[in-house]
């Protein structure tokens, strides 16, 4: 019987659509580690050695059980004919029964693979961290560590796995596919472990100073799995690349862009610059793109992007990357709208994101959902939309999901939008994965917001820079930052509802309220809402379910907006980056600086107005910012006048941004440990110990389904029928399937305010029939009654 790998193809095949991934794919590659043809003999030998244990009695004997019990058959061997293999071996089946590790299948070939080097070089770290990537293909990378090369206690089942493989017919094999291959005795290795060899190099590394180790064993691991996953998840290999000229900004914004508000003329002065610097400025890594808000960042961004790889990097990849996912997929509608406007494709782009699936009309049917997987998450597309929790978990990472897509990172061009929202504890770190990312494979990244922190300052092209560094900030005029009602202290719920009211009873006007935290802002609803009708006031914060705030937004907020006519929204952060609402006047709790300026991107953002105001006031509720970042706002306000007119806002922010560098980011304990754990290989520390995650949750927290209409209904009866589905990967994809439908009407709520049953708190959803009893349809889940509540926001 031939040597089967999984349940519809032979271990020929697998190795067969490896090689076939692995020969598209490494055309693409840039990577300064080996010469073109020293990478393919490098992959071309991870995919001969990596499941050379399938080929032992033992596996074959495993997965030939596995698909008798699931009374299925394999696509070229019928039911009968895997019993009578069981039957015929009966003494080996029940010797691995006995001892289930002898279906191991990924540590035989990473032994053998050690034992081909010549010599001490097999004793090197390169050597090893190749023997670690086979080992630990199908988990995460382990730390690298004396006893995790230690194979004391594997010695006798991989022998054991050896002396049931026909070498001469795997190499043959291998020949006809034109991988290779050598026969190697590992007994005597295994027997003669140099267990102080490996300690020196663990210390050695301990002081290291050479990043390349560790990107080069990502790029390495990541290109196995990638050709790995693809070929079991492809049936067809549609590999080819289209090409996106960079035309197409240009052409959908003659076409779509008529509005004449006045600030188009900067808007088109900024965009024009920016295609200028680009040409001089295209063959370094390092961009900028500093502008106001509403002042067109995002057609910018993709322009200057897609000038890069139509001009200079053919090969590249397009990742754009956002703070939020409630703001991703705005962003990709936006360039949807602009590929089919150029009648090319939209499957074109990937949104990555938790929620993100392709749209209904796109599946065929469920044997196509594992393709669209493989392209989205892997990142695959032309250009991937995602957020920076997903692009960090890639760059700083040691599960293979994870690190799946970090070849795709080579040569591609990263836009980083309102890239100030990261921790700047951090920044230090994601500067050293930016340089080295240039350094190896001539990555390109583009910093675009209006509020640029220091960043690679000495090396950053700034692509809007005319003149003088703040000519288009100081062409502005629209808001105005008053900071009056912070000489005033705290300013209680019903203070400020009282000074709100009043300003809104003074004149036709909307406003929008940012408070820091769910508890506050529910309360100041309540009390502005006792003078107002339902019409006039809405709220909006995440402690509402996401279909409720989108219809909120979108059919109700944005409406009342474009009429001009008079409301209040009381809210929280969830407005601020990314969310195309224009109000006339913004009142914005104490917070950092960089959010401040978020806050009043939400105002007057098309200069249609007079000059409106942004209020700041002091609710007492900050605990859930960093105290550093506070403090340097707070000191930067005072040393400027209590109204501080747009045109100042970029002193303002060089201030605060240099304020943050050498108090934060400078000597940052956080980045060093991070960077540490890179220089030292400790993959474990690098991808889970949370203290270098970018979102830390302070409060344990469940996600709750609230079914508040006839479709939520419906979509949790058939989540249920789904979850008894007995077979698991089945199971697994039409979960994926559902999960963004579903996940619209799931809100996270945190232990103190709702606590789950015992038994449903190690679920991913939960569904509590007495949810009117902690969630209100207006204003999102309330706290307990007579219970204290910690501040959320």
Request: charged share 25%.
């Amino acid at each position: 019987m031939d040597w089967i790998s999984h349940d519809d193809r032979t271990l020929k095949e697998h190795l067969a659509g490896l090689k076939q991934v692995v020969d598209f794919v490494l055309k693409e590659k840039t990577q300064t580690f080996f010469s073109d043809h020293g990478l393919q003999n490098k992959v071309y030998t991870l995919i001969s050695y990596h499941d050379l244990a399938k080929a032992s009695i033992f596996f074959q004997l495993y997965l030939a059980n596995a698909l008798v019990i699931k009374e299925s058959r394999h696509k070229y061997f019928s039911s009968n004919e895997l019993k009578q293999f069981i039957n015929l071996n009966k003494e080996k089946f029940n010797q691995w029964r006995n001892n289930p590790t002898l279906k191991s299948h990924a540590l035989l070939g990473a032994w053998i693979v050690l034992a081909l080097c010549e010599g001490e070089t097999k004793w090197e770290l390169d050597s090893l961290l190749f023997h670690k990537i086979i080992k630990r293909h199908h988990g995460y990378l382990h730390d690298f560590s004396t006893g995790g090369f230690n194979p004391t206690d594997d010695r006798e089942n991989l022998i054991e796995i050896a002396n049931t493989i026909n070498f001469d017919v795997y190499k043959k094999l291998c020949y006809e596919l034109d991988l290779p291959f050598e026969r190697i005795d590992i007994q005597e290795l295994l027997n003669s472990f140099p267990i102080r060899k490996i300690g020196r190099i663990e210390e050695f590394l301990s002081s290291n100073k050479d990043a390349s180790f560790f990107f080069k064993t990502l790029f390495l691991y990541s290109l196995l799995l990638s050709a790995d996953k693809g070929d079991v998840m492809l049936k067809d290999k549609s590999f080819g690349r289209i090409p996106i000229g960079s035309n197409v900004i240009d052409n959908f914004k003659s076409k779509t862009l008529k509005t004449n508000f006045s600030i188009n003329v900067l808007r088109e002065e900024a965009y024009n610059i920016a295609i200028e610097k680009v040409k001089e400025f295209g063959s370094d890594n390092f961009f900028s793109i500093t502008l106001p808000t509403g002042l067109g960042k995002t057609f910018t961004a993709y322009k200057v992007a897609l000038e890069i790889k139509e001009k200079l990097s053919p090969n590249s990849r397009i990742v754009y990357c956002l703070p939020f996912t409630s703001i991703i997929d705005q962003n990709a509608s936006i360039f949807k709208s602009i590929l089919k406007s150029a009648d090319i494709a939209t499957e074109n782009i990937g949104i990555h994101h938790h929620l993100s699936i392709p749209e209904i009309k796109e599946i065929e049917d469920d044997a196509s959902y594992p393709e669209w997987e493989y392209f989205t998450e892997g990142w695959q597309n032309e250009i991937t939309i995602t957020t920076f929790v997903q692009l960090w978990e890639s760059l700083f990472a040691c599960h293979n999901k994870q690190i799946r897509k970090f070849h795709n990172l080579a040569n591609s061009v990263i836009i980083l939008d309102e890239v100030q929202s990261i921790n700047p504890a951090l920044f230090s770190a994601l500067e050293f994965v930016m340089e080295n990312m240039a350094k190896y494979f001539n990555t390109k990244f583009i910093l675009v917001t209006a509020t640029q922190p220091i960043i690679l300052s000495n090396t950053v092209k700034e692509l809007c820079f005319k003149d003088i560094e703040d000519y288009f900030f100081s062409k502005m005029n629209r808001t105005v930052l008053n900071t009056q009602l912070l000489k005033n202290g705290k300013t209680n719920e019903e203070e400020l509802s009282k000074i709100i009211l009043k300003d809104y009873k003074s004149g036709q006007k909307s406003i929008l309220v940012i408070c820091n935290t769910i508890r506050f802002s529910q309360n100041l609803f309540k009390f502005i809402s006792k003078e107002l009708v339902d019409e006039d006031i809405y709220y909006l914060s995440a402690a509402i379910i996401p279909h409720s705030r989108e219809q909120l937004l979108e059919n109700k907020i944005k409406t009342k907006l474009s009429q001009n006519r008079p409301m209040i929204l009381i809210s929280t952060q969830v407005v601020e980056a990314g969310v195309d609402i224009d109000f006339d006047t913004v009142y914005r709790d104490f917070a950092p600086l960089s959010s401040i300026n978020q806050a009043a991107g939400r105002c007057n953002r098309n200069s249609s107005k007079e000059i409106s105001p942004v209020f700041l006031f002091r609710s007492g509720k900050e605990k859930i910012y960093d105290p550093t970042q506070l403090d340097i706002t707070n000191k930067i306000l005072e040393g400027f006048d209590a109204e501080i007119y747009e045109n100042q806002f970029y002193e303002l922010n060089r201030k605060y941004f240099t304020a943050v560098k050498s108090k934060i980011q400078d000597d940052s304990v956080l980045s060093e440990g991070l960077i540490k754990s890179i220089l030292s290989l400790k993959f474990e520390d690098v991808g889970t110990n949370k203290k270098y995650r970018l979102i830390v949750e302070e409060y344990k927290s469940y996600n709750f389904f609230i079914p508040i209409n006839k479709e939520a209904e419906i979509l949790w009866s058939n989540y249920v029928v789904v979850m008894s589905i007995e077979e698991h990967f089945k199971r697994k994809t039409e979960i994926k399937l559902m999960m963004p439908q579903l996940m619209k009407y799931v809100v996270r709520i945190p232990h103190y305010a709702r606590m789950p049953q015992p038994d449903d708190r190690d679920k991913a959803i939960i569904y509590d029939s007495d949810w009117p009893c902690f969630y209100d349809e207006k204003f999102g889940y309330r706290k307990p009654e007579n219970e204290s509540m910690v501040e959320v926001f």
